[in-house]
């Protein structure tokens, strides 16, 4: 069964510092990885996806994620925080397109200035 | 992105009555929605699949007589919570797919207050 761990459930950086956010997948068969984000009483929002093509895929905002098979890992980052990403982030795989996203438990990023 | 509409955004009912939550597709069509249930600091967690003009797939522990989903068109899937209880206060968000996505587009979600 596929399943997502994302390591750290609450990341805190200064306003310009490098953002991490790590994500580990566990699946039988190579996956659809996502980042979503999600402010406060909102849905869900888009950040990138990797689909099997460029291992580096660059998102919205600045961010990108890099897809390691052979570390299992598909982390976010971005080069310089801003306070407008304070937020909760949300790793997901799937192994098929028309099946159901498998969410990690998500990790709230502070910004401080 | 495509466009997906949940609607409303926001809802607070009486214990025992029933609400309906509609998610549509604004410009696709969607041949599989999905519905997910969030509780506070949680992840989400899926409730069903449902795919246009078949019944509704339930994750194990979900209860389809209490939590009843249609999808009778391409661009509408329905909730409904049947006599809903305070433990079924939560964030609900549906997302859509069509036939040639590989992503599925997420709704703004429904806060489902029970009182």
């Known amino acids: 069964a596929q399943s997502v761990t994302q390591l750290g459930s609450h990341v805190s950086v200064s306003e310009g510092a490098l953002v991490l956010l790590r994500c580990n997948y566990s699946?039988?068969?190579?996956?659809?990885l996502f980042w979503y984000v999600q402010y406060p009483n909102q849905g869900l929002q888009l950040l990138l996806k990797?689909?099997?093509?460029?291992?580096l895929v660059k998102g919205i905002n600045g961010f990108e994620a890099e897809f390691k098979k052979s570390e299992t890992s598909f982390h976010l980052t971005k080069p310089s925080a801003h306070m407008s990403d304070a937020a909760e982030y949300f790793c997901?795989?799937?192994?098929?397109?028309?099946?159901?996203?498998?969410f990690g438990k998500g990790t709230t990023l502070s910004v401080s200035s | 992105g495509a466009v997906v509409s949940q609607h409303p955004s926001w809802v607070i009912c009486k214990s025992g009555t029933s609400v309906k939550i509609e998610c549509r597709s604004l410009?696709?069509?969607?041949?599989?929605m999905f519905w997910y249930r969030q509780f506070p600091k949680q992840s989400l967690m899926l409730m069903a699949t449902?795919?246009?003009?078949?019944?509704?797939?339930?994750e194990q522990g979900v209860e389809k007589d209490k939590f009843l989903i249609n999808h009778a068109s391409l661009t509408l899937s329905t909730l409904t919570v049947t006599s809903a209880h305070p433990e079924d206060s939560s964030f609900y968000i549906c997302?859509?797919?069509?036939?040639?996505?590989?992503?599925?587009?997420f709704g703004q979600g429904t806060r489902l207050t029970v009182v």
């Open positions: 410009d696709f069509q969607a041949t599989t």
């Open positions: 449902s795919n246009e003009g078949s019944k509704a797939t339930y």
């Open positions: 997302s859509a797919e069509g036939q040639k996505n590989t992503e599925a587009f």
């Open positions: 990797y689909t099997s093509a460029a291992t």
């Open positions: 699946s039988s068969v190579p996956p659809y």
């Open positions: 997901a795989v799937r192994d098929q397109a028309g099946t159901a996203l498998i």
